[in-house]
Each structure stands twice: as C-alpha cells, then as structure tokens.
C-alpha cells in the first residue's frame, strides 16, 4: 500500500491508503463527516474540498493524487465556537434546509471569495453550478453568499 | 405449464428479484445480491472502486516504461475513468496515475505555435493568458465545459483519449491542431478527432499554430439545462474573412456528424468558401448542411430536433465570428 503525506486542515498526517481509496474514503474514514457523497459522479458537489486552494471533488481524486497537498475541508472553514463569515450569513439567511449540500456549497463559496472577494450574482450563481441542492433553497444560499460577500 | 408466470424485475443492477407463479400461485420468490456489490459497502456506506493496483510516476519515461508491460490503465483527471469504474464500465488491474508528472504540465507558445502538455488541465488552457479573444472557443471552454471543479480536474490528454463526443477534440479539430502521442519505442501524429489510442501510448502534446489577421474561432453547446448538461448539440467554428468581408477559410465541427460520430463539415465548409455570410448563401449553406449530416436520435433529442440545432448553432458561431472580426 503507498504510503502518503498531505496536510489536512493545516494538520500533517502520514498514512498509507489502498489504490482504490478516494480522497472522499480517505477524508470521511478521519472523521472528516462534512466531506458528503452525493452522486459520486462528479455532479452534484457534496464531496467539494480545496485541494491547493483549487476546488475538487474528493469523490473523483485518488488519495494519493493528493499526496504532498493542502487539503481544505469544512471543518477546516470554521468551527462552532469560532465559524466563518459564509457560515453566519448562511445561519442568518436560514440558507439550508435538509442541510446535505451545505458544506460542499460553503467550499465552493470559500473557493469563490477567496479570488473574487466582490462577486456579482451572476458570478455567484455560475460558480454554483457545480452544486446541486435538490431542497431547491437556492435563492437564500445565494443571499448568503452575497451577504458573506458584504454586497448586503 | 402453460401458465407458468415469470416475472423478473429489475431494481437498479441488483438485487433483482425473480418470482415464480404456476396457476396463479407464487411459487417461490428470489432475490439476487451480487457479491461483488456488496463487497464494496464499508462500514460506513461508501461504495468504493473497485480494487486495482496504483503506479505513481514523476516522469514520462516512467510511465512509459510501466505502458510498455502492458495492461496498464491511465488515470489523469479522473472525471470519466472514475465514474466509469463506479458504474462498473471500467476494472482497470493497473493504473498509472498521472498526476505527479508535472513535466506534462504545460502550455507554451514558442515560434508561432501553442504547445500544450497533455496533463494541462482544461482550466489552465481557459485562464493561462495566452490566448487573446480570437481564440474565443478556448474561452468558451469556462462557461460549457462541466463545472469548476471539472475543468480543475479534467485534462487536456484525457478528453481527447476518452473520444466520442467530446467539448476539446472539436475544438482543436478547428484550432487545426495536431496531437503527438508516444509510447518506448517511438512517436506518432494524429488529429483530434476520434482518437484511438493503443494501450502502451500516451498523448505528451498537442500542437496548433497561432491564428492570423481577421480571424476567430468559436464554440457553443445546446444542453437541456442551464449549466453542466449533457450537450445536444456542440458547434465549433473556425473563420476567415477576407478584407472584403467574402470567407477565405472556415473549419466547422460538430458533435453528431453521422451517428453518434462527432466531425468535420467538408460540404458545409466548401460551400461556405470564397462567399459572403448573407442571407442567400446561408440558406443556400444550410441545404448543404442538411444534407451532409445525419445524426442519431436518443433519448436526449431526435435526429430531426439535433439536425435543426446543429444549423442554429453553425450560423449563430458564423455569424459570431463574423460580427467580432468586422468590428
């Protein structure tokens, strides 16, 4: 088995992972639980993490495609006591519902500020195309996005 | 026996049930759990890949070495190879990960060509700066090519491999592009379109040269949603106008050419040299086009609906080009 090392969430970690093991199996088995599988297709955006900043689905990355990266889950966005400003505005806009989709959009969103602090809509939208919320809540996923932006 | 009753229903691939029914009388009842299915299921409910043996190369000579034993499998992106394995259409007992060969990495313009490396991702083609806006088609690779975290992940080399109907092979069929694929014992030249790779090679390059004066390429997709759909139809177009407005050179491809097969538009093309892009000669051109394709239907759209968006999206990309060079 090969044995890797990548930093997730700022924390070094070596383990040795199965060919077959996805970025997804490798998160979810440390306990890393926002990491969702969804349509494990690459559609829908429930698995989203940064690797080395870029946005990827953990569902269609090897582990060791991840070997020597910064892997970025939600859990490394922000926490309970201490969350981040995408988090609060989506908090105050009641922006989920059954709640699945929202760390993979909370990452797509991070990816998107992080190079686009004042996104129009229409930029926020189209970067959402790589999440599919299938409550259909997205006009307050938006707006809270847009909120976090400080376009509100 | 005459009324044995049968009755198989499939739920998903498996389990399936069978029920037997004699005279109107249940029999027995079977359901089929594939242990193969099962096996996948780990303690938490992920269904994994199936299992296959890793090789992590950091140069092209290695994994050329690894093609050249044979029964290796090339993962670069993964956006199709793995869904293909979850679905069952792939078992692949070797694979050759691709992504610590960052010597494959690149894209250049060196003495009047692109040079791209086969492991380019389609997101460093749209966003690396070097292409200006005549190269529109690239640019249009933002907005139609999958989503974000696609076009981070999917390759250059991999779309082209992966044939059929496919966003870049159209585009660099167009782009007039050429595709250099190697394997340990020497090198070959293809075009873009309907590759075929043998199991040993591998793509390292793809070429095209820059574009000249009053030129511009295009390239849209008709899908039935609004984003990261399945394109229906998928135009490509590749204009040259000359200064008195007449087209001195037009490449055009689309995705369902004759069956399922993406193509050049020879007739089209011809028809369209050397004439201006009024209305005359377009209806004129759209006869020709008509006549010249022959899509297959399914369940996405008929031939007839894919045959009326494929002129739609071949006039508009003319006219596009046309209206962006005049200007």
Known sequence: ?152 | MSDVNITYVFVADWPAYLRIVVAGRVQRDYFFFSKLITDRLTANGVRELPDFSIFTPESLDEVLDLLARGGMTLLAGGTDLIPMMKRGKASPVYVVDLSGVSSLRYIRREKGYFLIGGRATVKDLVECGLFDERYGAIKLLGRYFGVEPTRVMATVGGNLASGGERDLPQILEVLGARVKLVRKEGSRVAGPLGLQLAGDEIISEIVFPELGVRTYTWFSKFEKRAANGIGVVTAAVYLKLGEDGSVDDVRLTLNRVRGRTPGRLYKTEKALRDGRLDDDTLSHVMEVLDDEISPASDFRASASFRKHISKVLVVRSLMECARRIMA
């Open chain 1, 1 to 152: 088995m090969p044995k890797i090392g990548l930093r997730i969430n700022g924390v070094q970690v070596i383990t040795e992972v199965r060919g077959r093991d996805r970025l997804i199996d490798l998160l979810r088995g440390m306990g890393f639980m926002s990491v969702k599988e969804g349509c494990s297709a690459g559609d829908c955006g429930s698995c989203n993490v940064l690797v080395n900043g870029e946005l990827v689905n953990s569902c269609l990355m090897l582990a060791v495609q991840a070997r020597g990266c910064e892997i970025l889950t939600l859990e490394g966005i922000g926490t309970e006591e201490k969350p981040h400003r995408l988090q609060l505005a989506f908090v105050d806009f009641a922006a989920s519902q059954c709640g699945y989709c929202i760390p993979g959009i909370i990452v797509t969103a991070k990816y998107l500020l992080d190079r686009n602090p004042n996104p129009t809509e229409e930029e926020i939208r189209r970067i959402l195309t790589a999440n599919i919320c299938r409550c259909g809540g997205y006009t307050r996923i938006v707006e809270a996005v847009k909120k976090a932006a400080g376009a509100i």
